[in-house]
């Protein structure tokens, strides 16, 4: 009996470990020149800042976690005949730190429009091949748009501060150090010249409609606003350059807003003076608005849009906006706006969905927009937090996409005689879900966009696809003949061109804004991509959803850090993340994983020589002294043909002695009894560590599909194989079936190696078909 066993050990060595195939070697920490290989497995400590008081090792704030306040009072008037706003706020600035302040910093974000901004200069890359007109004009044709704040005043109590200008910084001196748990109020006074956001490009600015003389506005970054200063670095005065966008505190506002009074505005906050600047039918229909959940109300119509627009009003009306722990504020303003608005329901409340578009934006606009908003709202609500704020509005801009809290801009213009395409149409719906959603991320889980734009830009495109694809499962009849909605961003395959690509204008996820080359594929595409990824394949969507809204609600109205966020998700999930936030996020690897090599195994109790000489290695000398199992490869000078078709009982007789003494004729027949040994060895030629996806179809017909865990790689970083007992015979491997992993080269996929087809291609045309 005794022999038995070590036979049966014997075999579990030569078998289930692989090795009577090939010693395996921990490449991953192979010495090379003295040094050892990082192991993609080690954790990410010399990566993450050490946690503290204020930021715990769980990923939550700690019981120390401050920040800070600001508070703004401001009167805004916009001049729509020359295109000029002009503003004075109070700013009210809460030091909640622990620290002493001598010194604020306000951010000048329109500076870096004054004709002499140095950042026309920062980009070294020459004449461009291809340009676009617009682009080509405001480049080398025309003079440099006089932009820029023009501040008036400093002060406080009426007397005047000292202030330094850095570019689109500005140092407050303080007249003595603001101590820890103190506020100060200060004036600020400005004017500026608003852009043409069409022919000088911009986060904001106005669209000029010649046909009827009318301007369009969406403001945004029109005040000197106040920066952050956080536990992470002091203060965040990094420089406003144009890609990194904003590091704002939250705080309390107040906005009066005077413009032309034939104007319709709306913005950041609830309208307080609605009966002073709504007409009587107006509020009949806004009264009506909150009731209906499945129709849009107009609030002004287009006939009476297209009224307003044959005139030009020297009245003025004064909008007052107040809003309540918001980081930022934002409006939009037209005597050209139609307006629509519907009640959205969520858990616990109703909040309004809101549209403002001119006639160019019909019939699609009308169709689409509060539908949609609405819907974004529902989706994100689900997946975080119940959005907290009473609406959300989209502005029809053209060629913008920008978000700001409760409001943002969104592009989708028919042609003039309202025809749209597929493309225009799901560009629109697409850009509004993703704005919209902006709300959440960074709006509400404020993170630092000027330094980690991936962290709302990804995160929020992540969302984006999630609530896209909801919105085809709820609205199908808004997608067809389309089976799911053709979402531009989430899906593996759609990063794999940029993921292998030359890696000199490749960048990790962890870059700042202004350092990549394609920020779009880096901030947005390739952080959604690898959530979708985490979500589908490596968490399962229970752990991932509870993990993700743990930080979404950990981190609502507070300053979230990326570790902040890799934290959360393994402290949420009990799944060690720190071999994906690795390779993902800190490298510009990619995946690359194959087939390398299948053989086929028999048993038998006949001495091979492999398994003689290991048996050796163990401390064997003599085989013949033990009933040992062996296996002999098909095809091998060992190998007889007569093995085939034959269980391993057949083959080997010290097999068939242990199965007869020690089990019962129903316990035999219950017994598995595979007629197949095989070892798949999987390669590795891209650098990420991803589980292996494998699906094995069998000769009659059926197929089964396996993941193997990603602590498969754990030991070799180059290749594994795996051992497979069966009773059906195997005819095909293929290695990442549906694409889940963004794998860059799928021609090693299978086995037998079949005749190279593009499935990426395949994938396109498919969802785009």
Do not use: C
């Not at 906050?269 to 229909?285: Q, S």
């Amino acid at each position: 009996m005794n022999s038995i066993k070590t036979a049966l050990a014997a075999f579990f060595i030569l078998f289930s470990t692989g090795l009577f195939a090939q010693e395996t070697e921990s490449k991953s920490e192979q010495r090379e020149g003295g040094h050892i290989n990082e192991n993609k497995f080690r954790q990410l400590y010399q990566e993450f800042s050490t946690p503290n008081q204020y930021r715990t090792g769980s990923g939550a704030p700690g019981p120390a976690y401050y920040q800070n306040q600001a508070d703004y009072k401001m009167d805004i008037e916009l001049d729509d005949r020359n295109q000029r706003l002009t503003g004075r706020e109070t700013i009210t600035y809460h030091n909640n730190s622990p620290d002493v302040l001598e010194y604020l910093w306000v951010q000048l974000d329109q500076n870096i429009r004054t004709k002499e901004s140095v950042a026309k200069l920062k980009d070294g890359n020459g004449i461009p091949p291809v340009a676009q007109p617009g682009n080509f004009v405001s480049e080398y044709m025309q003079d440099s748009f006089d932009g820029g704040f023009n501040i008036t005043e400093v002060s406080a109590n009426g007397k005047p501060l000292k202030t330094v200008i850095n570019f689109t910084m500005m140092r407050v001196d303080l007249p003595k150090p603001l101590k820890a748990g103190e506020s100060f109020t200060f004036d600020i006074a400005w004017w500026y010249n608003i852009n043409n956001h069409i022919t000088d490009r911009a986060r904001s600015g106005y669209e000029h409609f010649p046909e009827d003389g009318n301007n369009a506005y969406v403001i945004a970054q029109f005040f000197p606003r106040m920066a952050v200063y956080n536990d992470v670095e002091g203060w965040q005065n990094m420089q406003f350059w144009g890609n990194g966008e904003f590091a704002l505190p939250f705080g309390d506002y107040e906005v009066n807003i005077t413009v032309p009074a034939d104007h319709i505005l709306d913005g950041t906050g609830e309208l307080v003076n609605r009966k002073e600047v709504f007409t009587k039918e107006m509020m009949r229909r806004y009264e009506q608005a909150k009731k209906s959940y499945d129709k849009p109300v107009l609030i002004v119509t287009q006939e009476e849009a297209e009224a307003a627009e044959k005139g030009f009003s020297d009245k003025k009306k004064t909008w007052k906006l107040k809003a309540n722990m918001v980081r930022d504020f934002a409006f939009a303003t037209s005597r050209k706006f139609i307006w629509d608005m519907m009640a959205v329901k969520l858990d616990t409340k109703d909040v309004m969905a809101v549209s403002l578009y001119p006639k160019e934006g019909n019939p699609l606009w009308e169709d689409f927009s509060t539908k949609v908003v609405g819907h974004t709202l529902q989706s994100y609500s689900d997946h975080t937090f119940e959005y907290p704020y009473h609406k959300s509005i989209s502005v029809h801009a053209k060629n913008q996409g920008m978000e700001y809290p409760m409001i943002s801009w969104n592009y989708g213009r028919p042609n003039e005689d309202g025809t749209y395409s597929d493309r225009v149409k799901y560009g629109m719906m697409s850009v509004i879900i993703h704005e919209v959603g902006h709300n959440f991320f960074p709006m509400i889980v404020n993170s630092d966009e000027r330094q980690w734009g991936w962290m709302d830009e990804g995160l929020d495109t992540f969302m984006q696809y999630v609530a896209e694809q909801e919105y085809g499962e709820r609205y199908p009849e808004d997608i067809a003949p389309h089976t799911e909605y053709p979402s531009r961003r989430g899906e593996p395959a759609r990063i794999v061109d940029y993921m292998k690509g030359d890696q000199k204008y490749i960048a990790p996820i962890m870059s700042n804004p202004e350092n990549v080359y394609q920020l779009g594929n880096n901030a947005y595409g390739k952080p959604a991509t690898a959530l979708n990824i985490l979500r589908e394949t490596v968490m399962g969507r229970e752990l991932f959803d509870h993990a993700f809204k743990t930080y979404a609600q950990r981190w609502m109205f507070k300053h979230p850090t990326p570790e902040d966020f890799f934290r959360t998700m393994e402290d949420a999930s009990a799944v060690d993340l720190d071999w994906f936030w690795r390779g993902w996020f800190y490298t510009t690897d990619y995946v690359d994983i194959g087939v390398e090599d299948v053989k086929k195994y028999y048993v038998t109790d006949t001495p091979t020589k492999e398994g003689t000489a290991l048996l050796q290695r163990y401390g064997v000398e003599d085989p013949s002294s033990l009933d040992v199992l062996y296996v002999v490869e098909e095809g091998s000078e060992e190998f007889d043909p007569n093995m085939k078709g034959k269980t391993p009982a057949e083959n080997a007789t010290t097999l068939n002695e242990y199965l007869m003494d020690n089990f019962t004729p129903q316990q035999r027949a219950e017994m598995k009894m595979p007629k197949y040994f095989y070892q798949v060895t999987f390669n590795k030629p891209g650098g990420l560590v991803m589980p292996i996806i494998v699906e094995y179809t069998y000769a009659d017909g059926t197929s089964e599909k396996v993941t193997y865990p990603v602590q498969i790689w754990r030991k070799n970083d180059q290749q594994v194989s795996r051992a497979l007992a069966t009773d059906k015979e195997i005819v095909k491997i293929v290695v990442d079936p549906d694409l889940e992993t963004a794998d860059v080269d799928t021609s090693n996929n299978s086995w037998p190696q079949e005749a190279e087809v593009d499935k990426f291609q395949q994938f396109k045309e498919k969802t785009q078909g």
